[in-house]
């Protein structure tokens, strides 16, 4: 008898710290959908990227300020807007957040990379997938991430635009070695404002995202070149909200 008695207690402790941890859980992701209602509507002073970077640069300059101005949408150039989109997510406009396919063949061809010892690797990450891990989550890379910036996509499309989306992730998105946002990174690069920037300019642009810090000092870089002329001529093809 003692010994069932002990069982149960075990059984209930068990039940107990797994029905705790799941309220735990279903609590975060409430106040993680709460978090997305507040920026539907109100603009972001910073992301958690860009927390997470202005910590790494201040630990060799305590002094170190981001270069971030909020830019809003009907201020940011068109062109710009389509070459982001033709360079990240040519199909912004039509796909619920996620594109499984894409997400499926750049796991496939990570696979190939590693067992190959190459380091190159390519996301399958949408615009609004990369808002989400922008904004709420960070640079590591796990699973554990990696789900939680799905949840956080379809909440995400769930409650703002397509417009409000494109406009947040224009602000937050990093350009350069502290350089973040479409306002910033015209200024950084072209002494000019994120209405103003040319066809030419955005595509360059747009063409640095994937590998900003490496761009911001390698500008002139071969690939970056020929990048820009394919997206200068894709950007047109491409729809916008």
């Known amino acids: 008898m003692a010994t069932r008695g002990k069982g149960r207690s075990w059984f209930r402790t068990i039940t107990g710290v797994l029905m705790a941890l799941v309220c735990a859980v279903l609590l975060y992701q409430f106040w993680l959908f709460a978090q997305v209602v507040w920026y539907n509507y109100r603009d972001p002073g910073s992301s958690a990227i860009m927390r997470e970077e202005r910590s790494r640069l201040r630990e060799g300059n305590p002094g170190f300020q981001l270069q971030y101005e ?85 909440m995400i499309e769930h409650v703002m635009t397509k417009e409000r989306i494109l406009e947040l992730y224009l602000n937050v998105a990093e350009w350069g070695v502290g350089v973040f946002g479409a306002q910033a990174a015209a200024k950084h690069y072209y002494n000019t404002s994120a209405a103003n920037l040319s066809a030419s300019q955005s595509a360059r642009l747009a063409a640095m995202l994937p590998n900003p810090r490496f761009y911001d000092s390698h500008r002139n870089s071969n690939y970056l070149n020929s990048r820009v002329g394919v997206l200068t001529r894709r950007m047109q093809m491409v729809d916008i909200p």
């Open 70 to 154: 909020w830019a809003p949408y009907d201020k940011i150039s068109r062109n710009l807007k389509r070459a982001v989109v033709a360079s990240e997510d040519s199909n912004f406009t039509e796909h619920d957040g996620i594109e499984w396919d894409a997400i499926r063949k750049a796991w496939e061809y990570n696979q190939r990379q590693e067992e190959a010892g190459r380091s190159k690797m390519r996301g399958g990450s949408t615009i609004t997938q990369q808002l989400a891990k922008n904004l709420f989550l960070s640079s590591s890379r796990s699973y554990i991430r990696k789900g939680q910036e799905l949840v956080l996509t379809y």
